[in-house]
């Protein structure tokens, strides 16, 4: 069974983490099921926290819906770590995050929900009722997330936005930026600070030790030390 996503579990602890790559599909048109029905069932299949690593073009709104939903009704805490591209429906789910964290080169995208619509003249009004329903649905969960108002978020859609991860962390799509947590510890380990007085000192005190120069009780000043060591 082909899917979008893959599960790994950490056996130290009871957390989880999911990898979902590729388009989100409510089936494969090559008979693969891969349905949110499917995705319950290994959601539920354990407890604890998860941790969502996210790159997805988007896909099929309504299993991105459900997908959200789920995750929303999980119990344990979801971090969702956008790695990639979070797009279109796939943007969605990433809202349902307890805590979402982006890469410094990942990017999301919300854009308008798109159709395809065959017919008369009702039809296509009929297309264009269902298609501003959608849009307010998406327009529930970004407004959840992000408090911002809902013509904001509308003209954002309008617009076709690509946020990249300080925008998202602007308008509220994103909780935080991806470190490197091992660049960061180097730096609190190290403290680096430089004063001339102490390397000439420490230069010093070589010389003398190196020369068997005698320091007597009243300790010369350095400059002193200095016009002595010139003729050594």
Known sequence: MRK??????????????????GAIAEESWFGDEITPKAFKAELDSSQGDI????????????????????????KGNITVKIDGIAASAASVIAM??????????ALMMVHNPLTVAIGDDEEMKKAIDMLSEVKESIINAYEIK?????VRL?????AETWLNAN???????ADG?????????????????FSRKAVTNSLLDK???KKGIKINENKPSIGALKERLKFI
Not at 96 to 105: F, R, S
């Open 4 to 21: 979008f996503w893959n599960w790994v579990k950490d056996e130290n602890s009871d957390t989880r983490t999911l990898y979902f790559n």
């Open 51 to 74: 941790v969502v690593w996210l790159n997805s073009p988007g896909g099929d709104c309504i299993a991105a819906s459900q997908i959200y939903a789920m995750l929303m009704d999980y």
């Open 96 to 105: 349902a995050g307890t805590n979402v964290l982006m890469a410094p080169t």
């Open 146 to 150: 992000t408090s911002l108002s809902r």
């Open 154 to 158: 509308s003209n954002l859609m309008d």
């Open 167 to 173: 925008k998202a962390l602007e308008l509220g799509f």
């Open 177 to 193: 930026i991806l470190k490197d947590n091992k660049k960061q510890k180097s730096g609190e380990d190290t403290t680096y600070a």
């Open 207 to 209: 010389m003398i030790v």
